[in-house]
């Protein structure tokens, strides 16, 4: 019996084992989420699309798994009327509030 | 209030036909009145383990599509009077189930007795997805093996988003059956430990169902492994876990086909 076999001895399950955790963490992250970001995306764009006229692929959505944290980072490239009309009505809503404050 | 419980595992062949068949009549002979349906159409199985297949007339896509009344299908068996079973066709497409059909007799199944049990197919496609929709509960089927557990896992994401619990934002109750375990090739470390599939998995365990020739003796003549020899390790093991189903508390074990001294001395050696 060679140096290898008494090593082995302690059988295959061990490294089976540890095998599985690693693939079953790496398909849970990437169900997970793939899953999420659709899920995500098609809710964020929606809500966007009720006010201003986007592009579907101009909208990025990645999520970023750091070591304590994760991201979402969200990228809109907003066309430029839209982006006008954007500030445009940011003044208005905050002069609205104004006014409803006064009254 | 009835269940309906779906028997499930992504990996094909790990013993999913055998469990159900093997609850089915376990859960039938405690004097509630069950009903096995085979999910795998095109592959059906489940009437042949539970030796039915000679008295199949009508089957599921008969029913979902209305070309056949449910009681007309079903198969009452003749050594237990609570077990019933709705077979699948051997032929015909899968796609021929759909959802509105499949549903209008899970509802008719659920009225008409205790428990259902759905046997469904390998894979994780549309034949899984249908037959666990309508689940109260599931039972996991894993063997201690790297495919089969990643499969499993899957087949658990799937519980938890493809299900009209789930969907409803309700718990679905998951069960594992760990099957073929073998207890010398554990001894000797070369089979995943139980402790190490359910940290994986993480949903409880059910039972321990270990390998025995007496699966293959039982589906040789075509009766589940808990009519044919209840005394045997497996179908102990699967009347244990019935009872467990049933809301008792039974201490875990690994049964084993009882052998003489000098018979196990010999199978020691021989492993
Ligand atoms: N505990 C056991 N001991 C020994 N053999 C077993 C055991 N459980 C199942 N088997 C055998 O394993 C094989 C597959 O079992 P079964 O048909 O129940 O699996 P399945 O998951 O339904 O397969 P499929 O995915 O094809 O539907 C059969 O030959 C069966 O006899
Ligand atoms: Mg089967």
Redesign the interface.
Known sequence: MSLLNIFSRRGSAPVARERLQLIIAHERADHGRSDLVVILREEILAVIAKHVAIEPDKVQIKVERGEGVSTLGLDIELPLPAAARLTAARTETAAKAKQAVAA | MSKVLVVTSGKGGVGKTTTTAALGAAIAQSGSSVCVVDFDVGLRNLDLVMGAERRVVYDLINVVNGDAKLAQALIRDKRLDKLALLPASQTRDKDALTDAGVARVMEELREKFDWVICDSPAGIERGATLAMRHADMAVVVTNP??SS??DS??II?LLD?KTIKAEKGETLEKHLILTRYDPNR?D??????VE?VLE?LSIPLLAIIPESEEVLRASNVGCPVTLNNPLSAPARAYADAVRRLQGEAVPMSVPSDRKSFLGKFFTRRAA
């Open positions: 093996e790297v557990v990643r896992d899957r994401g988003s554990a000797r470390g070369d089979m995943l430990k190490d994986i």
